[in-house]
């Protein structure tokens, strides 16, 4: 599984940070969110599937 973060989407609300800090992390001075993995690694997918479920905005992709 692959993840993005669409940045024109995203609010900076550190909730996928909060989630799942193995794969994403907080860009203080962009005020956003940043994915810090290529693929997901199998054991956090189902963490990085819940982080795209609860952000607001809807600004976490999942490409499989």
Do not use: T, W
């Amino acid at each position: 599984m692959k993840v993005r973060i669409d940045y024109d989407l995203c609010m900076g609300d550190r909730n996928c940070n909060k989630v799942c800090p193995e794969v994403f992390e907080y860009d203080e001075d962009q005020m956003i969110s940043r994915v810090l993995v290529d693929e997901v690694p199998e054991h956090l997918e189902k963490l990085v599937l819940k982080a795209a479920d609860e952000c607001a905005p809807k600004a976490i992709v999942i490409e499989e």
